[in-house]
């Protein structure tokens, strides 16, 4: 579809059945230190446990918030702004740096794509002033769907990753076989681990966040031109699958890419030049020797490709 047609409607999550059930009334928090406490939970529990109320919400056909019970659509309203509610899992922009001058540094940078996004742009001081490292992260208390990967079962979504690690395990062992036939050294001259893996890390990605941060909005206030975004892919529980930063151009390219070019992104410079995450990298928990089984066999000279730590 292309991005002039999106368009977002409300939508009843399985986040939103989980706050209604754990909302209490005599609590003295206020509403959104409740609404806060109750999605960090939420974020915290295994994707199979969160499913189940993605699931309650389709066995009950709730689709949009007006099919629930009239008392939950007024507290669901009260609690949840209805930009919040709209969100979709895949793509959006947030903005966490607020010092002066940084709304018109981030506005700018926005106006100079090719063409205006289409995704959501959250920009509020009181909701978003995350600060820099990776306080954006909290954006998964205030959109919890995001962790959501398209709705699908948590046995589809590791299935897929699992297909994908083993066609990506093969690669690299052909590659290594190839480079020893040759009279190479596979740590010299094979395939980057980043390039092999690559199918792997796009099978655990769940959503991109493009963040407004106080690099982007200093570096668009003083050059535009070199201003550039950071762009996180993350998995179904928040962790950074790979990040880099992006031009206006780069982000207007991605979009497309993931939205009209479905599958095409893998193999673009904007995915490949990406870092990949703490938990992500060589050397990880969920890196090729620890999920492949060959961590025994890979030692700390086989990761060489420390990450940047900017997105951890």
């Known amino acids: 579809m292309p991005l002039h047609e999106r368009s977002f409607k409300l939508q009843v999550w399985g986040a939103d059945l989980f706050l209604l059930e754990k909302w209490d009334m005599s609590s003295s928090l206020s509403d959104d230190d409740q609404v806060l406490q109750i999605f960090s939970s939420f974020t915290q529990l295994p994707f199979a446990q969160r499913y189940a109320y993605t699931q309650r919400v389709k066995d009950q056909g709730f689709k949009e918030p007006t099919d629930l019970p009239q008392a939950d659509q007024d507290l669901l309203s009260r609690l949840r702004k209805p930009e919040e509610l709209q969100a979709v899992a895949g793509m959006v922009w947030l903005q966490t740096c607020y010092e002066e001058g940084s709304n018109a540094a981030f506005s700018a940078f926005l106006g100079a794509r090719a063409d205006k996004t289409e995704f959501p742009v959250f920009r509020d001081a009181r909701r978003y002033n995350y600060g820099g490292g990776d306080g954006w992260r909290r954006i998964f208390t205030r959109l919890p769907q995001m962790l959501d990967p398209y709705s699908v079962s948590p046995d589809w979504y590791e299935d897929e990753k699992k297909k994908a ?148």
């Open 165 to 312: 690690l083993e066609e990506c395990y093969e690669a690299e062992q052909q590659d290594t076989a190839e480079v020893e036939e040759q009279g190479g050294d596979p740590e010299e001259d094979g395939t980057y681990w980043m390039e092999l893996y690559s199918g792997y890390h796009y099978a655990a990605k769940v959503g991109l966040i493009f963040v407004a941060d106080e690099e982007m909005v200093r570096a668009a206030a003083e050059d535009l031109a070199s201003a550039k975004v950071l762009a996180v892919w993350f998995d179904e529980m928040g962790r950074v699958v790979r990040h880099t930063r992006m031009s206006a151009d780069d982000t207007w390219n991605v979009e497309v890419m993931e939205t009209v070019m479905c599958g095409v992104l893998p193999e673009r410079g904007e995915w490949m030049r990406a870092e990949p995450g703490e938990d992500y990298d060589w050397d990880g928990p969920l890196g090729p020797p620890s999920i492949t089984g060959q961590g025994d066999d890979s030692g700390e000279e086989d990761s060489g490709k420390e990450d940047s730590g900017e997105a951890d």
